[in-house]
């Protein structure tokens, strides 16, 4: 594993010396969130201090996303999220859910800004421990390829996401904001 690592290593920071959105180019971008909190309720109204139950909270996702620029500055390819949360509350069961989704994306570089905007669709499952819902969500983000070098960019991005979820005759739809950073090689 560990040669395996190193050539691919070496692979990236030998691959081009020029700007990595021509036509033809190969894009990968990968992104995690790794979140950890510790909440617990401070004041409840006529609700002694003592009677009030701590609550941890944990979330992790990670996202993938790779394709080939089909002419200068546009990409298009395939999206693969992951996240997956965990609720701990004093005296209770934990209660555990995880998302796997995947989709489409395309994204296009404007000029040689480092600006770039993003559109993606996904389908896929929300596990809640008893029974799978079916999600599927459309997004749109606007971020920035800082280069750090030629073929590595660190990409901050914010965007908005609605998703659809739907399991028998119950439906929910949720829509919010979405910030990320992630880190982008371009071979």
């Known amino acids: 594993m560990k040669s395996f690592i190193t050539t691919v290593f070496t692979f990236f920071i030998v691959s081009g010396l020029f700007a990595q ?9 990968a992104g995690s969130n790794f979140g950890f909190s510790s909440l617990s309720v401070t ?4 609700v002694d ?5 701590d609550m941890t909270s944990t979330v992790t996702a990670f996202s993938l996303n790779g394709g080939a620029f089909v002419i200068d500055n ?14 701990e509350v004093e005296g209770e069961d934990d209660s555990i859910s995880s998302t796997m ?12 800004s480092g600006l770039w ?17 079916d999600t599927n969500g459309i997004g749109v983000s606007l971020g ?18 609605m998703t659809s979820s739907e399991q028998e005759n119950i439906e929910m739809k949720m829509g919010g904001l979405a910030g990320s950073v992630g880190i982008a090689i371009h071979l």
């Open 21 to 29: 959105t021509e036509k033809g180019t190969i894009l990968f971008n």
């Open 43 to 46: 004041d409840f109204s006529d």
């Open 49 to 53: 201090e003592s009677d009030l139950l």
């Open 74 to 87: 546009l990409a298009l390819g395939l999206v693969v999220n992951y996240s997956s949360s965990k609720i």
């Open 101 to 112: 989704v995947y989709g489409f994306m395309a994204r296009y570089y404007i000029g040689e």
């Open 117 to 133: 905007g993003e559109g993606i669709y996904t389908i896929g499952t929300l596990d809640e421990g008893a029974d799978d819902m």
């Open 144 to 161: 920035y390829a800082w280069y750090l070098s030629d073929n590595i960019s660190i990409n901050p991005s914010v965007g908005y996401l």
